[in-house]
């Protein structure tokens, strides 16, 4: 298979591909992508293309209050923002967005800005299954908070070996060595 007959098929499965989200064009510069408004701030060198952006768009990109798209080999790629206000641990925040086109975006690329006039943050469940396991009856909190802030936990260790129960029960039925290894095979008795 040669590079145009991948292409084509990938260009055949982008064609059969349904968007992620009810996205309409409002205006020259508005759109509603699920019943909510966005805006489109910067269009820089044209970038913005409605029907690639309909393609791309993924509905995780809500919770962001500017999306940005910018174009690289051929591919357009969309990285969220939060507003600098925002109460969000990590950003990005929109204030470092001229660092983000010139350490991310191609030297030249066309890029866009679109302004998400009524982001939605996304409400995360809780991937913590300790914190409920451990709010049970038995267990109080405080001793569990108490464990955990050690960096050790300080145990007394015996040089002597526990005898095995089960190896007492067993006979050696056979024992064969190899080149290399020593087996033992055993047997319960019975």
């Known amino acids: 298979m040669?590079?145009?007959?991948?292409?084509?098929?990938?260009?055949?499965?982008?064609?059969?591909?349904?968007p992620l989200a009810r996205i309409t064009r409002v205006s020259e510069s508005?759109?509603?992508?699920?019943d909510h408004k966005?805006?489109?701030?910067?269009?820089?060198?044209?970038?913005?293309?409605?029907?690639?952006?309909?393609?791309?768009?993924?509905?995780?990109?809500?919770?962001?209050?500017?999306i940005i798209g910018d174009w690289g080999y051929g591919q357009l790629r969309l990285r969220g923002f939060f507003n600098d206000d925002r109460d969000v641990h990590g950003g990005p925040f929109?204030?470092?967005?001229?660092?983000?086109?010139?350490?991310?975006?191609?030297?030249?690329?066309?890029?866009?800005?679109?302004?998400?006039?009524?982001?939605?943050?996304?409400i995360r469940k809780s991937r913590n299954l300790r914190s409920r396991r451990h709010t049970s009856k038995n267990h109080s909190r405080n001793t569990h908070h108490s464990r955990r802030n050690h960096s050790f936990t300080e145990q007394k260790v015996s040089n002597q070996k526990r005898s095995a129960p089960k190896?007492?029960?067993?006979?050696?039925?056979?024992?064969?060595?190899?080149?290399?290894?020593?087996?033992?095979?055993?047997e319960s008795k019975k």
């Open 2 to 18: 040669d590079r145009k007959q991948l292409e084509e098929l990938v260009d055949q499965k982008n064609e059969m591909q349904k």
């Open 167 to 186: 190896r007492q029960k067993m006979v050696v039925k056979a024992e064969e060595k190899s080149h290399n290894h020593h087996f033992i095979i055993r």
């Open 38 to 66: 966005y805006e489109l701030v910067d269009d820089h060198e044209k970038g913005f293309d409605f029907d690639a952006f309909v393609a791309r768009y993924n509905p995780a990109l809500s919770q962001f209050d500017y």
């Open 94 to 122: 929109i204030s470092d967005l001229n660092d983000y086109i010139l350490e991310f975006v191609n030297l030249g690329a066309p890029y866009f800005v679109i302004h998400n006039l009524e982001a939605r943050p996304i």
């Open 30 to 34: 508005e759109l509603l992508i699920n």
